[in-house]
């Protein structure tokens, strides 16, 4: 598969989607997106349903419209953000789903799979995720199998409320999420149920980046599980490297905070040659940071391959100056630099096929 229909669009693969967690890429704007050439958003549902609140969003006319964004949208189903809640004691999973509160002094909510699924739609979603059962990676065998249960059933749940509500109007794709840990056998139940029941696409479930900041064994392996034909989703993987690794063994549409959040942090990347030149293994790409001496009078730009804004205008010098003085334009100049450095990677993956000739 070479390409995605959405009901905004089509989108070319590898794809990488920037986390728009609260209906904004933090210190860009839709602009300056579509100048990086990025394809499609990620949303943040518990967010944007939280605020400005979804009946905001719908009396705008969707969350295309109240972004000013034309193209794809894809929202996430929630229940990661819930999970990391049930880690502060702020939530609690049963069989039916999630209760949970936003903060000690919050009121008390419900998130099960067709609330899940009604709160995307009403957020005018193009890719919608089911609502799953995430658990720690160190989580025991028992854990992982409550998981797995929980996932399928809520799958088959969202699925039936996607197909009632799509019924009137342009069906928005849905996606159903892989869990099982680093168990076999795990995952490969709960693909097949998921197949069973059918899903426009799967996504990648639970922990992808082992301790030594790799991938671990279940990435590929889950993507053995999905038919090719199929598009695949990889929450949170990011890094470049990963990216590349996790592009060649199946997966489509990545999202992640990396680029965005690294990029305030202070830190940029830059291809070591042209990607076209490179064979994007080992070190094809470094970080490069200005908040050093070093940089005080250093002329060149970030990245002397790209063609971003920030690199064809200004120096790591005045990046530097920006970044001591703390004016918010550094901010959006390396995040638009990071999200180009992103888009020019997945068009060279898309340029060369998957086998990486
Ligand atoms: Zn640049």
Redesign the pocket.
């Known amino acids: 598969m070479t390409m995605l229909q959405t009901p905004h669009g089509p989108l070319g693969l590898p794809a990488f989607l920037p986390d728009a967690t609260r209906a904004v890429v933090r210190t860009v704007d839709c602009r300056d997106l579509e100048n990086c050439g990025v394809p499609a958003l990620m949303v943040n549902t518990l967010h944007v349903s939280a605020t400005p609140g979804l009946s905001v969003v719908r009396a705008m006319g969707g969350i295309h419209r109240f972004m000013g964004w034309s193209g794809p949208v894809a929202t996430d189903s929630g229940g990661f953000q819930v999970y990391s809640l049930a880690a502060a004691g702020l939530a609690s999973v049963s069989e039916v789903g999630f209760s949970y509160r936003s903060g000690r002094r919050a009121k008390r909510q419900r998130l099960d799979p067709r609330s899940c699924v009604r709160k995307q739609f009403q957020a005018d979603s193009d890719i919608m995720f089911c609502l799953d059962h995430c658990v720690a990676p160190g989580a025991g065998g028992a854990e992982h199998r409550l998981s797995v249960n929980n996932t399928i059933r809520w799958a088959q749940e969202c699925r039936e409320v996607h197909l009632e509500t799509a019924r009137h109007g342009e069906r928005p794709l849905l996606y159903a999420v892989i869990q099982g840990g680093e168990n076999p056998a795990l995952r490969r139940e709960c693909a097949q149920r998921l197949l069973e029941i059918g899903f426009d696409g799967y996504g990648y479930g639970g922990w992808p980046i082992s301790d030594s900041g790799g991938l671990v064994d279940s990435v590929a392996m889950v993507a053995e599980l999905v038919p090719r034909e199929l598009p695949l989703h990889a929450l949170g993987i990011g890094k470049p490297e990963n990216l590349v690794r996790a592009w060649r063994f199946g997966y489509d549409t990545f999202d992640c905070v990396i680029p965005t959040r690294d990029a305030r942090h202070g830190r ?1 990347f ?1 291809f070591r040659v042209d990607p076209a030149r490179s064979d994007l293994a080992g070190d094809f790409y470094e970080s490069v940071y200005v908040d050093n001496e070093r940089s005080a009078r250093d002329g060149r ?3 002397e391959t ?7 205008r200004y120096s790591r010098s005045y990046l530097r100056h920006l970044r001591a003085i703390e004016d918010p334009i550094s901010h959006r100049l390396s995040t ?3 999200l ?2 992103y888009i020019r990677l997945c068009a060279e993956l898309r340029d060369r096929g998957r086998s990486g000739e």
């Not at 790209?306 to 064809?312: M, N, T």
């Open positions: 940029m830059a730009p970030v990245d790209c063609d971003c804004v920030c690199c064809r638009i630099h990071n180009r450095f």
